[in-house]
């Protein structure tokens, strides 16, 4: 079955660029103008991925909402911002808000559409672990790859598809570097220094949510990150 794709841009010339686009790729695409028809639709079917502009018609800060508003409903829903907002305060907002992605409209078709099949592949993989129970544990991560969950003594913590990939990919060697490209190939992604970065901190920040002595991600200098073994 094809994937789904919602686009919710209020440049009708651009939402039908891209959703020709992604129609050539074989999606199957819905464009909505605003945040409120696209949740509208959303309350009967999510998409398999949103792409989201920041400025909606008069709601300058819609993209943002939307963000929210839908991480709220789906912990692992891709989602990607596509924008002409290109200032890192912008690009970090959306991370903080749960995207996978951050990208501008410069970017090319050829290279959005990696980006959005990187995604995809990710998605897979985790719903089709290489053998075993699709268990991960180590001392107090349990990480789940059929159910897409993590949980740190025993409570859940509710991470984006990125997020998830990241810390499986650092939990599943501890104690061994992973450099920002190693993490990038292990995700299956293709995410820029400073998104790396912003991910692990928000990653961070959920754990601490939950216990104030998180320290199993240890960034180190120069080099990357790496799990802590116990």
């Known amino acids: 079955m094809a994937r789904r794709i919602a686009i919710v841009e209020d440049e009708p010339a651009i939402r039908d660029n891209y959703a020709a ?5 074989g999606y199957v695409v ?3 103008e605003a945040r409120r028809p696209a949740l509208d639709a959303f309350e009967a079917r999510l998409p398999d991925l949103v792409v989201i502009d920041i400025n909606l018609k008069n709601d300058v800060e819609g993209g943002f909402e939307l963000c929210r508003e839908l991480r709220a409903r789906s912990a692992d829903l ?6 002409a907002r290109d200032s890192e305060f912008d690009a970090v907002s959306g991370l903080r808000l749960g995207a996978d992605d951050y990208l501008t409209k410069d970017i090319s078709l050829p290279h959005l559409m990696a980006r959005v099949a990187a995604l995809f592949r990710r998605l897979d993989a985790l719903q089709k672990p290489e053998g075993g129970d699709g268990r991960l544990s180590r001392g107090a991560l349990v990480v789940d790859t059929e159910r897409m969950t993590v949980h740190w003594k025993d409570r859940s913590v509710g991470l984006t598809l990125t997020e998830f990939w990241l810390v499986h990919a650092l939990a599943r ?5 992973k450099n920002r490209q190693q993490l990038m190939d292990a995700a299956q992604a293709v995410l820029d ?3 790396i970065t912003s991910h692990v901190k928000r990653i961070r920040r ?3 949510a939950i216990d104030p002595d998180f320290d199993a991600i240890e960034t180190v200098y120069g080099m990357g990150y790496r799990w802590l073994s116990e």
């Not at 686009?21 to 790729?25: D, K, L, W």
């Not at 060697?173 to 570097?177: D, L, Q, S, T």
Request: hydrophobic share 30%; proline share 8%; net charge neutral.
């Open 21 to 25: 686009a992604f129609r050539r790729e």
């Open 30 to 32: 819905d464009g909505y």
């Open 78 to 83: 891709p989602i990607i911002f596509l924008t």
């Open 173 to 177: 060697y501890p104690g061994h570097v």
């Open 193 to 195: 220094d400073n998104t």
């Open 206 to 208: 959920k754990f601490h």
